[in-house]
């Protein structure tokens, strides 16, 4: 039996990156082979390394230095830092802690395949070559699936240099959003699959199976807010005013916490999804958020995180998302991402 070893985004405190994460092992799991996600922490040398060599501005590069937190939720923001690697160590399969290119190229003889994905993980503003599997064997076949580069044009030159040159050798490369597979053809000559989020690959009794129980009492509006804008808690009051429910949020930010509104705070990647799975509305600006509700089938009041004239947008993955639905629906969509996996593990 072929063992693989994944390389995503673990450490970031997400709930959605830490459910596709989950998702992706299980679903591989499925199709008969072994599989762990290889556990990157970079120590702070490595961190060090990989900002310098990702060709930002300094300033950039300092601000990624230092340490993030919203003063309101630091008990909360360490709660969820605590529960996160506890649904790891319960539910998925992960190798000994890598902390630089030496370990991971150690650990990566141990695999026979090596995938990397899904999540932004080849975003070129934080330009990283682990995520890219450059620490692999030579003999060692990589796959890509539902990368994504979360931008909407080509970035600088240097950048695109990288980008061509870790890119090369490939197995197989799928990425998760059409624009991201224009993009990448431009700076690479790859022509990549486009393979949904792995969120999508299980089905809602699997996502039910996995669930916290939710919430309980009245029906609630749930708010899933990652960015910051002014116009969401207008809507939320709206949309309070007009079906006169209790309003409950799950906070990623400092407006949530001077918000007013009752929070889940500090709940893990379980909690998330009953939260969601028991709202009568959830609203979110989030992707994974609205793909869950989709997948619960969750009324959803989605607000766009970005201006459509923003050249840091990342509407386009929300966009593909809702086109794919309506066009395939999630059968077809888990079929194919699914299929797609079988194949290239199996050639």
Sequence with gaps: MARIGIMTFLHNDNYGSSLQAY?????????GYECEHIDYLPDRAEKIRNLIGSG???????????????????????KKSDAIPA?????????????NRRELAEQAGKYDILLCGSDQIWNPVWLNPAYFLTFAPEETPKIAYAASLGIRTVPAAGKVRKIRKWTRGFRAVSVREEEGAELLEQMTGIRADVMPDPVCLLDRAAWEETAAPGPGGEPYILCYFIGENEEYAAHVKQLQAETGLRVLDIPVNAASYRSGRELLDGIGPREFLGAVRNAAVLCTDSFHGLAFATIFGVRTELIRRYREDDPESKNSRVDHFLRLVNEKGMEQIREEGTAWLRDVLSE
Excluded: W
Aim: net charge positive; with cysteine; hydrophobic share 35%.
């Design 87 to 99: 649904f790891y160590r319960e539910y998925m399969q992960l190798s000994p802690v890598c902390r």
């Design 56 to 78: 930002n501005h300094p300033k950039l590069i300092i601000d990624g230095l230092r340490k993030r937190s919203v003063k309101a939720g630091q008990e909360g923001a360490r």
């Design 23 to 31: 998702a992706l092992q299980r679903v591989i799991r499925t199709l």
